[in-house]
């Protein structure tokens, strides 16, 4: 079998959604948007609801379909997006409460589902989602389940947005008296005043920064298809964009860009034999990836890309960019085995 084995450990994921619970006095809800950042919604949800969140987080109406079938009545499941011309039906079938973003949304839904929950989702200053300052009043949150805010610098502590999108949201909801919530990962780490009453955290659930206290969720073995070794001046890949300058063996390894492990990791990243760090040889290709490996003295099944060696983030260094886009962006075509 060619496909590789993308490893989720449910135990972590539990555990991290603990230690978050643990950090703050206030309720922890998760965010499984992306199918769950990658992971699989439906085992993750059922994993978190286990241990014991009961507020799930999903970044449009059609992803809450699966999180609902998985979880069954009960749990809120809230829609960032809101609600969208077309979602009534999904929304009310799935009993989803969408996060309305504007009075148009407000008007729509008092108009397609009068009676249905909704929270509010205010912008305090990252203008991206939310209702604005000068369009918002109490009266528009006034049955509203939640009312929520989104941090824009979170995972810089001290950048001076962090305080002015604080002052901002108390000033929007200090007369309102439905339960609150600003704080994603980053503001869940900055402390109680950014907790109020509820948490959404999602990417230090999987693992990720900037949670470094974080147990490792993911691990991806790749099998070996084929080794050769290459001569001095032979090259491995599309654009030859590695020569060997001495006799080099290289495996080629069953995954490539259309799996997530984008381009821009051609030449940096590492994979692992056991304790063996072997470099990436050449450009990653869509299915395939060409690795360096002699410094084996034995031909392995399998090299690992992420584990206990290399971590999301640092793998998304490797290739210039956040844990956040490598993990959302593993593809389908790996084995997901939960364990
Ligand atoms: C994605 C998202 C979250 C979770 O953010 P993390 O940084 O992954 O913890 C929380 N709230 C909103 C509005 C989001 O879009």
């Known amino acids: 079998m060619a496909t590789g084995t993308l490893s989720i450990d449910l135990d972590a994921l539990a555990a991290n959604w603990r230690a978050l619970d643990a950090l703050s006095g ?9 199918d769950g950042y990658g992971l699989g919604a439906a085992r993750v949800s059922k994993t978190l609801a286990k241990a014991g969140a009961r507020q799930f987080f999903v970044a449009i109406a059609e992803e809450g379909v699966p999180v609902r079938k998985a979880l069954g009545p009960g749990p809120r499941i809230s829609v960032f997006s809101g609600h969208m011309e077309g979602d009534a039906a999904l929304l009310k079938d799935h009993d989803l409460t969408p996060l309305l973003n504007s009075p148009e949304q407000l ?7 009068p009676g249905h929950a909704y929270g509010v989702q205010l912008d305090t200053g990252m203008n991206r989602l939310g209702i604005e300052p000068e369009d918002f009043s109490p009266d528009m949150a006034q049955d509203a389940t939640l009312v929520m805010s989104h941090l824009a610098c979170a995972d810089e502590p001290n950048h001076p947005t962090n305080q002015k999108q604080l ?26 005043d950014y907790h109020f009453d509820l948490t959404r955290p999602g990417i230090g659930l999987y693992g990720g920064l900037p949670f470094a206290d974080a147990k490792p969720v993911v691990t991806l073995d790749l099998p070996v298809i084929q080794t050769r070794v290459l001569q001095p001046g032979e090259s491995a890949g599309y654009a030859c964009a590695f ?18 492990l984008i381009r821009a990791m051609s030449g940096t ?3 692992y034999a ?6 990436l040889a050449g450009r990653v290709s869509m299915d395939l990836l060409t690795v360096d490996i ?10 690992q890309i992420l584990g206990p060696h290399q971590t999301v983030d640092q793998l998304a260094e490797a290739a210039g960019t956040i844990g956040y886009e490598i993990l959302t962006s593993l593809g389908p075509r ?3 085995v939960h364990v």
Do not use: C, Q, W
């Not at 008007?107 to 589902?113: P, S």
């Not at 020569?243 to 997530?260: E, F, L, N, Q, R």
């Not at 056991?274 to 470099?279: C, I, K, L, R, S």
């Open 269 to 271: 990243a590492m994979l």
């Open 294 to 303: 002699t410094a084996l003295d034995h031909i392995p099944d399998r090299l």
């Open 167 to 192: 002052t901002s949201f108390r000033e929007m909801t200090n007369t309102l008296t439905a339960p609150k919530s600003l704080a994603a990962t980053g503001g869940t780490l900055m402390g109680k």
């Open 107 to 113: 008007i729509r839904h008092r108009a397609t589902l």
């Open 274 to 279: 056991g304790d063996t760090a072997v470099p």
């Open 243 to 260: 020569t060997a300058t001495k006799p080099t063996k290289i495996a080629t390894v069953s995954a490539g860009y259309a799996d997530g």
């Open 26 to 34: 206030s309720e922890t809800g998760a965010v499984v948007k992306a």
């Open 334 to 336: 790996y084995t997901r």
